[in-house]
């Protein structure tokens, strides 16, 4: 019996927060390259809507401690201090 790969719910959150970040990144493209005034304005729409996916997705991921944030102040502690 072949190996079935069990995805986790941070797994599967963790891939749609990638793909919306992709559709948003590919909108923002197109609203820059886009000439038509309602064109763009469809393609802004859309890239706004990715955004507030986006974020949401975020939300759920670091509520359930699956995305964490380093704080700059917690990078600095943590790298080694230069000697002069």
Do not use: C, S
């Not at 019996?1 to 197109?30: C, N, R, S, W």
């Not at 955004?51 to 509520?63: A, E, K, T, V, W």
């Amino acid at each position: 019996m072949p190996y079935m790969q069990q995805f986790t719910d941070k797994d599967i959150a963790g891939d749609m927060l990638t793909g919306v970040k992709h559709m948003a990144e590919g909108y923002m493209m197109a609203i820059l390259e886009a000439q038509d005034q309602n064109l763009r304005q469809t393609f802004k729409d859309f890239h706004d809507q990715y955004l507030n996916d986006h974020y949401r997705i975020f939300q759920i991921m670091q509520q359930n401690g699956w995305y964490k944030v380093p704080r700059i102040l917690d990078e600095q502690m943590q790298q080694p201090q230069m000697q002069i």
